[in-house]
């Protein structure tokens, strides 16, 4: 009697425990490309408008070394654009 006893306590405690043991699945994957807030860190943004309005690019400067990004907008993808370069 004592020891089916402690076999019903022994077979709770490992049926309430044993999913608290068990392994977590796979870490997250590892982003392709750093965050936008740490790729820009030193630069200043272009306001390239005079009331200030959001350009069709965004521009993005940094004045040690003249590098510049360009933020596309979410949407450039379905969307045609033409330029017209001159000299």
């Known amino acids: 009697m004592k020891y089916l006893s402690s076999l019903a306590i022994l077979l709770i405690v490992t049926l309430l425990t044993g999913p608290s043991v068990a392994q977590d699945g796979p870490p997250p994957p590892k982003p392709e490309y750093p965050p936008h807030t740490q790729v820009l860190d030193g630069y200043q943004k272009v306001v390239s408008t ?18 510049v990004y360009a933020e596309l907008p979410p949407n450039y993808a379905t969307k045609r654009y033409f330029f017209a370069l001159t000299v």
């Open 50 to 67: 005079a009331d200030g309005a959001r350009s069709m690019y965004t521009l993005y400067v940094r004045s040690k070394d003249g590098n």
